[in-house]
């Protein structure tokens, strides 16, 4: 995989918060972007979707959320998972948390996602039953996701966008990304 080159590099941690990665600002990464894009639009893509997860995490993240999946983000892609197969409104957003005695149950499917497939970790907006917003972070291997409906997409070949199924996913608090209805 063209990715591979990037970690070998060390290239996904010019885009992670310190102390986790180099903590370029939004400019700096724009501009490394712009230039990884002018050999492989589709790189650049990738690297985005690892960045924007990555800020959503150092944004909302605990400590211990940040020690454990930004440093995963040195040679681990991750994703961002909003649309859904209904359209991509937030009002769209079907993906159900139900609230459980240990943490949530995750029951729903994303579409469209950049990185699908390939990366370890995703980052996914959901609802709650009283219908706040709640975002989660699951990893790829977790019982109940399911990689689906993988993308061909016209150009940028090199990006795999696939969906995601979630089917009785069981999540605790560590998986909750800041707190119940800050999911926006």
């Keep these: 995989r063209d990715s591979d080159l990037l970690i070998q590099q060390n290239v996904p941690q010019l885009g992670l918060a310190k ?8 400019k700096s990464r724009a501009l490394v972007l712009s230039i990884i894009a002018r050999a492989s639009a589709s790189l650049a893509v990738v690297l985005e ?19 454990q999946y930004l440093t995963r983000g040195h040679d681990q892609l991750m994703g961002f998972a909003i649309t859904e197969p209904s359209g991509g409104s937030l009002r769209g957003v079907q993906t159900l948390a139900a609230k459980t005695e240990t943490g949530w149950t995750l029951n729903g499917e994303k579409a469209f996602v950049t990185n699908g497939g390939q990366a370890g970790t995703y980052v996914v907006l959901t609802r709650e039953e009283n219908g706040e917003f709640a975002t ?9 996701v399911t990689i689906t409906a993988k993308q061909t997409t016209m150009g940028l070949r090199g990006v795999s ?7 009785d996913v069981q999540v605790t608090a560590a998986n909750m990304l800041g707190s119940p209805g800050q999911g926006l």
Excluded: C, N, R
Aim: proline share 7%.
């Design 19 to 26: 102390p986790y990665g180099a903590g370029l600002s939004t």
């Design 49 to 67: 979707g690892l960045w924007k997860a990555a800020e959503q995490i150092d944004h909302y993240g605990t400590p211990e959320q940040k020690k």
């Design 136 to 144: 989660f972070i699951i990893d790829a291997d977790m019982p109940g």
């Design 161 to 167: 966008v696939a969906g995601i199924h979630m089917q």
